[in-house]
C-alpha cells in the first residue's frame, strides 16, 4: 500500500530528534510540507541530500514550506547529525518503520537499503509530487520545483 497523489498526508506521530512526539499532519491549513526519506544519517549521499535541503532551506521557508526528514536512525543520532551539519529543519525518528510502510517507501538495492523518497504536500495536505530515486542530489531541485510551481498557480 502506497501514499498515491491526491491523498492526504497521513495522520501518524513520530519521534523528533528532540523527543517530542510530532504529528505529520500538524501543518494542514499551515503550509506546504516536504517529507523525505533517507537511509541513513552520517553516510556520504544521505549528508549530501541533507546539505542540499539545508542549502535551500530559506528559499523552502520563503515559500511557507516545512521540510521534514525522516529515517530509522535514533533521535539521538538525528541531533548529532543536525548539528555537526547545521540542519535547521525538522527530523523524525521511524525506527519501527511504520511511516516508510504508511508511505509505501520501497527498500533500494535489492532490499539491501532503505529507499530514499520524497513528497511534496500542498497547504491543503494534498500529495502533489512522490520521487523515488537513489540519487540523492536530485531530490532537493525536484522538490523545490514542484513548490514554486504552486506560487505560480496561485
Do not use: W
Amino acid at each position: 500500500m502506497a501514499l498515491e497523489l491526491g491523498e492526504t498526508i497521513p495522520n501518524i506521530s513520530l519521534i523528533d530528534e528532540n523527543g517530542k512526539d510530532f504529528k505529520l499532519n500538524k501543518f494542514i491549513n499551515k503550509k506546504a510540507v516536504v517529507v523525505y526519506f533517507y537511509p541513513k544519517n552520517f553516510t556520504p549521499g544521505c549528508t549530501k541530500e541533507a546539505c542540499e535541503f539545508r542549502d535551500r532551506y530559506e528559499d523552502f521557508k520563503e515559500l511557507n514550506t516545512e521540510v521534514i526528514a525522516i529515517s530509522s536512525d535514533s533521535e539521538e543520532s538525528h541531533t548529532r547529525f543536525k548539528a555537526y551539519y547545521k540542519l535547521p529543519f525538522i527530523f523524525l525518528s521511524d525506527k519501527d518503520r511504520n511511516a516508510r510502510k504508511t508511505f509505501g517507501v520501497k527498500p533500494s538495492l535489492f532490499g539491501l537499503l532503505p529507499g530514499r523518497e520524497t513528497f511534496v504536500f500542498d497547504k491543503e495536505g494534498k500529495l502533489l509530487m512522490k520521487y523515488n530515486n537513489l540519487n540523492a542530489s536530485e531530490h532537493t531541485i525536484k522538490a523545490f520545483k514542484k513548490i514554486k510551481s504552486l506560487q505560480n498557480e496561485s
